[in-house]
Every structure is written in C-alpha cells, then in structure tokens.
C-alpha cells in the first residue's frame, strides 16, 4: 500500500474535485453541506492539504457525479484505453488473456 500513496498525487485529486465542483457551481460551503463536512476541509481537500478517507471521496464522486477513477486517477473515457493497455504491457503475456477475460467479465456484470 505504501507505493500507491507515493503515486497518489494529492494536489491533483484537489484540482479535480475543484474543477467538478465548480462545474456544478457549487460553493465550498454547500458542497460541504452535501456531504457532511466543513467548508475548511473541503478547502483543504481541494489544495491538497488533507488526504480524505475513502468514505468522503465516494460522497464527493456521487455528488458531483463523476468516477471514483477520475477524482483519484484522473481516468476518463477517452484515457482509459491507455491506461488498459499500460496495466496489459505490465503482465506477463501468459497472464493477459485471463486479465482480458477478466475485464470481460467484470464489464459484463456491470450491464
């Protein structure tokens, strides 16, 4: 787990809270109210400051309605086939077939 928290980049997540935030024209203050926090966090959120708990990202994801993938990743429709292909170049090609199939399925369930 420590690897991934090098890799998250708080700063960014901020920005993208931010920009979704202010998408929906919502202020500091009632995106706050949304989600049952203060106005200080979502301020400190929102310059990287503070690291939220899973449980407040998934509140600010069904808010703004956006993905989890792209508030914490910055994943999106048109950049996630590159990042399928960077996670396939990255397994060894005897395993990519059952990552594929895999991803298939989970698609699948997903319908």
């Known amino acids: 787990?420590?690897?991934i928290d090098e890799e998250l980049d708080y700063i960014e997540i901020g920005k993208r809270?931010?920009?979704?935030?202010?998408?929906?024209?919502?202020?500091?203050e009632k995106l706050s109210e949304l989600i049952d926090v203060s106005p200080?966090?979502?301020?400190?959120?929102?310059?990287?400051?503070?690291?939220?708990?899973?449980?407040?990202?998934?509140?600010?994801s069904f808010v703004l309605k956006t993905s989890l993938d792209y508030l914490v990743f910055g994943i999106t429709i048109t950049n996630s086939s590159y990042t399928f292909s960077e996670i396939?170049?990255?397994?060894p090609e005897k395993n990519q077939k059952l990552y594929i199939s895999l991803c298939e399925n989970i698609a699948n369930s997903l319908k």
């Open 1 to 3: 787990m420590e690897e």
């Open 17 to 28: 809270i931010r920009d979704q935030r202010l998408k929906h024209k919502f202020t500091q």
């Open 40 to 60: 200080s966090y979502i301020s400190e959120i929102e310059r990287g400051n503070s690291i939220c708990s899973l449980q407040t990202i998934a509140k600010l």
């Open 88 to 91: 396939l170049k990255n397994i």
